[in-house]
């Protein structure tokens, strides 16, 4: 009775104890998933990969296309079956250059080159979103705001996708955002980065991060 009593009388030390430990297990159970689901992930990239070869005309890994002769090189080696040369690139629709936010991709192919392979896709994977006007999004807006007076939120439509799309389809009322601010690193230096050796976050632009997360905590649990 006495353990009741000073819980009763120290309502906010309590309510925010409960809700950290309820936070704890939540973040153990995402986590968990997530785990998962990289597992699985990176088994189905090992058996897809097992009797495959990835080739590169000897320069660093995305830095430059191939050279067009070396896949008449390869098709000639033993065992391989065909060549399908392609030119891949996230382009702007007017032709004035790279844009990483737009969804348009120009692919080049050389006509023929599937000699009479054909590729078919079993799976397809639809695309969700979250609502943009929710308390969430004006927590952002508000840190947004703060850090750099005069700018605004916007919302962009990637090809890709993280594991919010599927918090989303699993409980309808999710609100998920692929939201982590950065000033110190700008997308054009940032997005090369992407899944590469030297793929990094400036120290300034992590503590900005764990300034946003932290205040958000409190302004939804408020």
């Known amino acids: 009775m006495r353990l009741l009593r ?9 309510a925010l ?5 309820t936070i704890g297990i ?29 080739v590169t005309d000897g320069e660093a890994f995305g830095t430059s296309p191939m050279r067009l002769a ?3 090189a390869i098709a000639k080696l033993e065992g391989v079956g065909a060549v399908d040369p392609q030119v891949q690139l996230l382009w702007a629709a007017d032709g004035s250059g790279a844009n990483f936010a737009v969804d348009n991709m120009v692919i080049g192919l050389i006509p023929g080159a599937d000699a009479g392979y054909e590729i ?18 004006e927590s952002i807006r508000g840190f947004v705001s ?7 939120v916007t919302p962009v439509a990637l090809p890709g996708f993280s594991d919010s799309r599927w918090f ?11 939201f982590f601010p950065q000033k110190a690193m700008d997308l054009f230096e940032a997005a090369p980065l992407v899944h590469g050796a030297d793929e990094r976050v400036p120290i300034e632009d992590l503590g900005m991060a764990s300034r946003f997360y932290a205040n958000l905590a409190e302004e939804t649990l408020r």
Do not use: H
């Open 26 to 54: 939540w973040a153990l159970v995402v986590f968990s998933s997530m785990a998962n689901k990289i597992n699985d992930l990176v088994g189905q990239g090992a058996e897809f990969y097992n009797d495959k070869i990835i």
């Open 6 to 14: 000073e819980l009763s009388r120290r309502k906010l030390r309590t």
């Open 70 to 72: 070396a896949a008449d």
């Open 146 to 152: 703060r850090e750099d007076p005069g700018a605004e």
């Open 120 to 137: 078919t896709f079993g799976e397809t994977v639809v695309g969700n979103r979250s609502p943009i006007d929710t308390p969430l999004m």
């Open 17 to 21: 104890t409960i809700t950290g430990i």
């Open 168 to 178: 989303r389809e699993a409980f309808p009322d999710c609100v998920a955002y692929g």
